[in-house]
């Protein structure tokens, strides 16, 4: 119901709030409903902020929320109102609102230009001022550098490791290509684009040329309690025709197959205190964790997030693997952090030797990596981190790009964790889209 515009009530209007206020009398024990005296606005960082001015506190929580291209806000107990206030055209708000009476209290409908995200609280009488009910509106913009902070969780634990190094060069093409060299770049430029996501924090197990025990990699994702720990490779095989990709997430039962066997056991063999650990050994520590509802959890998350880091690697180079692999990888074990191990490509196929020399697909498949990792928390952010999820409508007018762009996301990443087609969504569709913090 609409009130009208120059904040009188109809007769029926009048007569639903007689009802409606021996009720609030009833059940929130109040003298009498709350008043909206005004609604003062102005701007606040890089967004606006408005303050409802209230002759007593609120009933409960305001409740807001967002549909499409408006916010609607709630204010329980609310039932009268002095004057119709003025909404001017600021920030991210279009200008103007309505005021409808709801059944709980009074709703406030405001028109968007842009997305927005929120943050509201109370405020006591006091220096002259009445109760008031504070609501910031921070727009979500274009630059994810540019991000409005928001303090009220704790960013995302990456742990990146790339494979080998120090005096264990790893696998070595047939040019002399060294696997440490190759994933230790990509790792960086990984690393690089990590640090300017919004809400994400960075560990790396090495970041120059040193040889870390597989142990100690393991263990600094289970200290820091990294949220996603990725193990970066480009690994060997006897036979030089195998190429490809292929993501490795930890296995309860052993190798999946026979190149994971001895792929398992190479991996493992690298760190010479660990050298009798492969595939298929009972290891009575691992069975232990393994059925533990954590390490579960975690195994779970792991291979939800491979499988996007998949998908992603499908659109710049051949899979291997086009499922996730399972194997027992030393660095996948720690109980309570989801893990992962990339092979990017077989550094003993001449072929992709090649392209593993090339800087720009070195970069291409960084780029590609932090989509995935991207996308994956869009699809599962932590609970308690400063990433959250919403929904955008797709819009007739809009493309991906468009929506890439406004959310601080690749169309790749965006793509990703929507499970949508190279061809994009339909208008009218639903996006999941993040909302970052730092």
């Not at 009188?8 to 059940?27: D, E, K, S, Y």
């Not at 701007?43 to 916010?71: C, E, K, M, N, W």
């Not at 993501?247 to 190479?266: C, M, Q």
């Amino acid at each position: 119901m609409v009130l009208k515009q120059d904040g009188r009530p109809t007769r029926r209007q009048f007569l639903r709030q007689a009802v409606l206020g021996g009720a609030l009398l009833c059940t929130w024990d109040l003298a009498a409903a709350a008043r909206l005296r005004a609604v003062r606005v102005g701007t606040y960082h890089r967004g606006v902020r408005l303050v409802f001015d209230l002759d007593q506190r609120l009933a409960a929580v305001p409740r807001i929320r967002s549909s499409g291209d408006v916010l609607h806000v709630e204010l329980p107990g609310v039932q009268h109102w002095v004057s119709h206030p003025q909404v001017p055209a600021l920030g991210p708000l279009r200008g103007g609102f309505r005021m409808t009476l709801g059944s709980d209290g009074l709703i406030l409908t405001l028109p968007l230009r842009e997305a927005v995200r929120w943050r509201s609280f109370s405020l006591g009488p006091g220096n002259g001022a009445s109760q008031r009910v504070v609501l910031d509106l921070m727009p979500v913009t274009e630059s994810p550098r540019v991000y409005p902070l928001d303090h009220t969780g704790r960013p995302i634990v990456v742990c990146l490791d790339p494979g080998h190094g120090g005096h264990d060069p790893g696998a070595i093409g047939v040019r002399g290509t060294r696997e440490k060299d190759v994933v230790l770049d990509v790792g960086l430029s990984l690393a690089q684009l990590i640090r300017q996501t919004p809400g994400m924090r960075l560990l790396m197990t090495r970041a120059s040329d040193r040889y870390v025990p597989l142990m100690d990699r393991m263990h600094l994702g289970l200290r820091q309690r990294a949220d996603l720990f990725v193990s970066i490779h480009a690994d060997a095989f006897p036979e030089r025709s195998v190429r490809g990709s292929t993501v490795w997430a930890l296995s309860e039962r052993g190798a999946s197959n026979a190149a994971a066997r001895w792929l398992a056991k190479t991996q493992n063999a690298a760190d010479p205190f660990l050298g009798h650990v492969q595939a298929g050994v009972h290891d009575p520590i691992l069975n232990e964790v393994l059925i533990n509802m954590t390490q579960t959890a975690a195994m779970n998350s792991a291979a939800a997030a491979a499988e996007v880091m998949i998908r992603g690697l499908a659109g710049v180079e051949d899979l291997h693997n086009a499922a996730v692999q399972h194997a027992n990888f030393v660095v996948l074990r720690a109980p309570d952090v989801p893990s992962m191990l990339v092979e990017t490509a077989f550094i003993s196929n001449p072929e992709e030797e090649q392209r593993l020399r090339d800087p720009d697909f070195r970069q291409l498949l960084a780029r590609t990596m932090h989509d995935a990792v991207v996308a994956h928390f869009v699809k599962a952010p932590p609970a308690d981190s400063a990433w959250s999820v919403t929904q955008h409508v797709l819009r007739k007018e809009e493309n991906l790009a468009d929506v890439a762009r406004r959310y601080g996301l690749s169309v790749e990443a965006l793509r990703l964790a929507n499970n949508l087609p190279k061809e994009g969504g339909q208008p009218g569709g639903l996006l999941r889209v993040p909302v970052m913090g730092v």
